[in-house]
């Protein structure tokens, strides 16, 4: 297999070189116009109050996985998965000190679980793989909230099937408030000037139905789309009645980079980054989100022109070198495609500017950790990626061909359920040095812990990266050292996770676990 000629490589995929190497263009035709349809706001789920016999109340979610059929595109309906619904799930709120109880019901007719994605969680609460929900079964996590207000979300993390799973549907946003972001004024209505927003790219089927990994770059680069949604909303529009919105932005996309910015240039502030509220807003007008991240903006639309919130080229120049993983980087990055029209009505209600100071953040030092643990990020140069019939686990990967075939490892493992790949004592702080060894970025995602970023490739990180973060992207051949503590939860037999949130590089082995000990 070390000779194979693209030719045979394309043959042996069945497609052709057109269709391999061009990747879906979000379509161009999204002009004002065609913002058609009101933004669908989920459905807010604060919890029933359940009182325990003479114990402290628990806020009880019941979470219902269910197969359904949504309306996307004319071409017909597509088979879809939700929570509590026929796609995504309802935005979950609830507050620091809480007790939650999840019932978590998998009716889909595979196996599933749900990961809270952000949450300082037991290692055996936290939804990874572990603990998998087999079909028709049941998972009740309960735990206690113990970490700061944040834009948090929750989506499956089945071995394997993540990918698969999250494109159909399964994913949420929660938001969580604390004393502490009661008494920062900020728009805080939900769905009236307090936004959620999933983006999130599709591609569909002739039938209407999701195309999801039918082609070689899928494997390589992860599942992207040529049709963006927002919440579930194809061609976006939301009708402003406050002079600023607050805008809580997921990137819930399989694979997609967004380079955030408004089409007239307009300044905006980021408020908060991944794990809660920045110390002050930062004024931006640009901002990169990669899959798994979250950021809040402050948008003023005081002036009541319609603007469009859109993803722009990027400046990130990838290196060209021969096969199919360079054209797809540069032609992803090339992209420009809108997001969201927010159209401002009449008699906008006046509401105060951003804060000053939005809270305090404890220092970040790399002199509070006690050790350097090192990850390294590699993509396979393997030429045959998988198969249609699941992921490839590296066994299949050969030497021709380009980056992204057979597997893809940390630390030159592939994930595996039953290799512990570290321990660390509880307690300990923790440096993480990830190194990027591949050509394109990956977003590094950690369980279990908010870390902060201490730099990049040395350098101090961009205000907007001060915060908390769990999700943090590496740049191809960047360097980047972030700051954990691991303060709860020793556990002897659950694992939390970390990988690359590039679903579909996940699910075919960029993942590793660890467990956290009373004696590392
Ligand atoms: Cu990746």
């Not at 070189?17 to 604060?46: E, H, K, Y």
């Not at 599933?112 to 055996?124: A, D, E, Q, T």
């Not at 997609?256 to 502030?269: S, T, V």
Request: with cysteine.
């Amino acid at each position: 297999m070390n000779s194979v000629t693209r030719r045979q490589l394309l043959k042996m995929f069945g497609v052709s070189a057109a269709g391999m190497m061009s990747l879906p263009l979000i379509a161009r035709a999204q002009t004002a116009s065609n913002f058609v349809n009101p933004l669908l706001i989920p459905p807010l789920d604060t919890g029933t109050f359940m009182q325990e016999d003479g114990g402290v109340p628990r806020r009880r979610f019941e979470l219902n996985l269910q197969k359904g059929t949504s309306l996307f595109v004319p071409q017909g309906e597509t088979a879809t998965l939700g929570i509590n619904g026929n796609y995504l799930g309802p935005t979950l709120r609830f507050r620091r000190g809480d007790i939650l109880d999840i019932q978590v019901n998998n009716r889909i007719g595979e196996e599933s679980v749900l990961h809270w994605h952000g949450m300082h969680v037991p290692p055996r609460f936290d939804g990874g793989p572990m603990q998998s929900i087999a079909d028709g079964e049941s998972w009740n996590p309960v735990f206690d909230v113990r970490q700061q207000a944040a834009t948090l979300w929750y989506h499956s993390h089945a071995m394997h099937k993540t990918g698969s799973q999250v494109y159909h549907g399964l994913a949420g946003m929660m938001i969580l408030d604390d004393e502490v972001s009661d008494g920062v004024e900020l728009p805080s209505r939900y769905g009236v000037d307090d936004i959620p927003l999933i983006l999130q790219d599709k591609r569909f089927n002739r039938d209407g139905s999701f195309d999801y990994m039918s082609r070689y770059g899928d494997m390589m680069i992860g599942q992207h789309g040529d049709v963006m949604m927002v919440n579930g909303t194809v061609s976006p529009f939301f009708e402003a009645t406050t002079d600023k919105v607050r805008l809580r932005i997921l990137n819930g996309s399989n694979a997609r980079l967004f380079h955030l910015a408004f089409n007239d240039g307009r300044e905006f502030q980021q408020i908060a980054s991944d794990g809660g509220l920045l110390e002050k807003p930062v004024p931006l007008r640009r901002l990169m989100l990669t899959p798994g991240e979250r950021a809040e903006f402050l948008v003023d639309v005081s002036d009541g022109k319609p603007v469009i919130l859109r993803s722009e080229p990027s400046d990130n120049h990838f290196p060209v070198f021969p096969g199919a993983l360079s054209e797809l980087m540069r032609a992803m990055h090339g992209e420009s495609f809108d997001v969201l029209e927010i159209r401002p009505l009449a008699n906008l209600e006046r509401l105060p500017p951003a804060p000053g100071v939005l809270v305090t953040l404890p220092a970040a030092s790399e002199s509070m950790a006690m050790r350097t643990r090192r990850m390294r990020l590699n993509m396979g140069y393997g030429s045959r990626s998988g198969s249609g019939k699941g992921p490839g686990l590296g066994n299949r990967s050969g030497q021709g061909g380009g980056y992204g075939g057979g597997h893809f490892s940390i630390n030159g493992r592939v994930m595996t359920m039953n290799y512990i790949n570290e321990r660390v004592k509880l307690g300990d702080t923790e440096i993480w040095e990830i190194f990027n060894d591949t050509p394109m970025v990956h977003p590094f995602h950690i369980h279990g812990n908010q870390f902060r970023v201490l730099d990049r490739n040395g350098a101090p990180p961009p205000a907007q990266e001060t915060g908390y973060k769990d999700t943090v992207h590496v740049n191809a051949r960047e360097t980047v050292r972030v700051l954990v503590p691991f303060t709860d939860f020793a556990d002897q037999m659950h694992t939390y996770m970390y990988h690359c949130h590039t679903l579909e590089h996940e699910d075919r082995g960029m993942m590793g676990q660890f467990l956290v000990t009373e004696n590392g």
